[in-house]
């Protein structure tokens, strides 16, 4: 049953994938920088902006060697922002030690959990291991079948990608995502052209598969947070006095949210002050830190 479930994925893969720049490199810079973008951001986005980010950063030692404020610049609209400054201490990392070549390894730099750790291993290391987004666990649990846990569907994944040898693996890996988001999709699953049909439990009656809805953008601290490193980052020099980013900020209150008290707009600078975003001094906000963190 697996080998042709497979071959019909792997085949279908090879036929029909849309082909996004990331899916055509095994370098690991490469596939880990378009992997953190995808993390939490659309596709549709993350396009434009991978071969802007590594036309700008093409190795993980210009990576590496940048400062944080050139770093969040280049990173600025994709949101999430601290993903940056953690890819840029996990390029320092691997800058100074190599690359980790296994999940384990790759799971300790900065920034990479497991799902990203098994993503890069398999995609640019051949290491046959599964990969369970949300358009994999979808699938998973239509095709497949068995209870929606992570450790199962893990399991369940794992067994799939076992056979893969050579460039095979990460076709796997590609072709589980792709299959997932263009042919088992959320809302109106394509089971009239599905490659994996024959043997569906599910074929024609997949039932929508619960994900955990985002809260509202508007008025969150992620919208603040994310409209003062974009105003800084389109500011000569990338410093404001702290009075006039908040000017600006006031100024965007309908996409933003409501002018903030004085309290909560300290507690946003010093949270970001704090993850490494912005530094102050002297009633002056500076995009990145004054320093690059080891
Ligand atoms: S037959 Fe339909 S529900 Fe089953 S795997 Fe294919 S697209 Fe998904």
Known sequence: ???????SLLAWYDA?????????????????????????????????????????FPSVEALASASTAEVLAAWSGLGYN???LALQRA??????????????????LAGV????????????????VGVVDTNVRRWLLR????????????ATADALAAPGQGGDVAAW???????????????????????????????????????PRQAALRGSSRAY????????????GRALPATLLRRELSAQSQRIGPRLGEAEWRAILGGLEHDGLIHQREGIVRLGTATIEA
């Open 143 to 154: 095709r497949i079948g068995g209870p929606d846990r992570p450790a199962t569907l893990q």
């Open 16 to 56: 029909e994938h849309r082909d996004f720049p990331w899916r055509s490199t095994r370098d690991p810079y490469a596939v880990l920088v378009s992997e953190v973008m995808l993390q939490q951001t659309q596709a549709a986005r993350v396009v434009e902006r991978f071969p802007r980010f590594l036309a700008r």
């Open 173 to 211: 890996t590609h072709a589980t995502m792709e299959f997932g988001a263009s042919i088992c999709r959320a809302r109106s699953p394509r089971c009239d052209i599905c490659p994996v049909a024959s043997g569906c439990p599910s074929r024609g009656v997949a039932a929508r598969i619960a994900v």
């Open 82 to 84: 601290r993903r940056a």
């Open 113 to 128: 959990g497991p799902y990203t750790a098994r993503a890069v291993a398999s995609l640019a290391f051949d290491v046959p």
């Open 225 to 236: 947070r994310g409209a003062v490193l974009r105003v800084l980052t389109a500011t000569d």
């Open 91 to 108: 390029a320092a990392t691997v800058t100074q030690h190599g690359w980790p070549r296994d999940v384990a390894g790759l799971a300790r």
């Open 1 to 7: 049953m697996v080998g042709r479930l497979r071959r």
